[in-house]
């Protein structure tokens, strides 16, 4: 198994501006993943950090607005660019495989 | 497009019974299925991962099926205890070939002393 600490667990943003979220896992994971979730939601895939290459992004999310970064096989972030209150959200990394993630506390983001 | 539903109502029990849950989905075929457990403000914790040509599965006092016909997965925790209470997700490998498992929203489960 894996421990993942998030950094921070909550922001509160000025539409606008940036915030990045750090994810840092106890042990070398094969994958890592971003979430967003929305309360009573289901998880909503953002994308897959690759080690020491472009993230790969699913459908509807793009580089410019949610760059991330992975150096090691142990840490990554991810950054909301030019925040609007439709990017208060619960932001979530996750290690490990497609077969088993282990998931980190999350960060509760709120724009105003 | 494909889809899982999993019922958005709470599910109450009284603790000591077996709780039930179900997850459903259309045009998939997945190739496995899991199941994860969220508390209120964390991320959710990996419980059990179902093969296509797995019935069952067990974990002490859980109990998964996958049927593969019926397209439909059920969680069963059995002499349920209150500390079970949490939402209970169910992922089904992606669409389309893609490993990365897709997330239903989740039933919440409240087990009353």
């Known amino acids: 198994s894996a421990v993942i600490s998030q950094k921070p667990s909550r922001d509160i943003c000025q539409r606008g501006t940036s915030l990045t979220i750090q994810c840092q896992v106890d042990?070398?994971?094969?994958?890592m993943f971003w979430y967003r979730q929305q309360p009573g939601q289901s998880l909503t895939l953002i994308a897959t950090a690759n080690q020491g290459s472009e993230a790969t992004y699913e459908s509807g999310f793009v580089i410019d607005k949610f760059p991330i970064s992975r150096p090691n096989l142990t840490f990554s972030t991810l950054t909301v660019s030019n925040m609007s209150p439709e990017d208060s959200s619960i932001y979530l990394c996750?290690?490990?495989?497609?077969?088993?993630?282990?998931f980190g506390p999350g960060t509760r983001l709120t724009v105003t | 497009s494909q889809k899982i539903e999993q019922n958005s109502e709470a599910l109450n029990i009284q603790e000591g019974k077996t709780a039930t849950l179900t997850c459903n989905y259309t045009?998939?075929?997945?190739?496995?299925l899991q199941w994860y457990r969220q508390d209120p403000g964390r991320g959710p914790v990996f419980l059990l991962l179902i093969r296509e040509n797995e019935k069952e599965k067990r974990k002490e006092r859980l109990k998964v099926t996958f049927d593969t016909t019926l397209k439909q997965s059920l969680f069963h925790i059995t002499a349920s205890q209150p500390a079970d209470s949490a939402t209970y997700l169910c992922a089904l490998d992606g669409s389309g070939g893609s490993y990365i498992p897709t997330f239903g929203r989740g039933t919440s489960l409240i087990v009353h002393p």
């Open positions: 045009n998939y075929s997945p190739a496995y």
């Open positions: 042990s070398q994971v094969t994958m």
């Open positions: 996750s290690g490990g495989t497609a077969y088993e993630q282990y």
